[in-house]
């Protein structure tokens, strides 16, 4: 069984950072895709960031410059360091990873953790 736990998250105002953190367990091996989503009342839940096992990211571009994605792969954690926040990244942050096995590959997704922006 695998389990993806959130952490992180809060309010902050316009300006400020927060990070959130992704952990994974469970029987799985290999290093494997970690993706960050967010969803915003009203909004379908979009893309942010991307990390794959090998450390290559890519990010949507309302985000390039100001948001990191990180792993550390021997904690089977995933990162999101938000910097410059701004009222429009006000969402439901979840995390998710991808894990390929004999059938095929699976999603697994974290709880979402609020993230609110606002003076």
């Known amino acids: 069984q695998v389990q993806v736990v959130q952490s992180g998250g809060g309010l902050v105002q316009p300006g400020g950072s927060l990070r959130l953190s992704c952990a994974a367990s469970?029987?799985?091996?290999?290093?494997?895709?970690m993706t960050w989503y967010r969803q915003a009342p009203g909004n379908q839940r979009e893309w942010v960031a991307r990390i794959t096992g090998a450390g290559a990211t890519t990010y949507t571009d309302s985000v390039k410059g100001r948001f990191t994605i990180s792993r550390d792969n021997a904690k089977n954690t995933a990162y999101l360091q938000m910097n410059a926040l701004k009222p429009e990244d006000t969402a439901v942050y979840f995390c998710?990873?991808?894990?390929?096995?004999?059938?095929?590959?699976?999603?697994?997704w974290g709880q979402g953790t609020q993230v609110t922006v606002s003076p």
């Open positions: 469970g029987d799985f091996g290999g290093f494997y895709p």
């Open positions: 998710k990873i991808e894990i390929s096995w004999y059938y095929g590959i699976e999603d697994y």
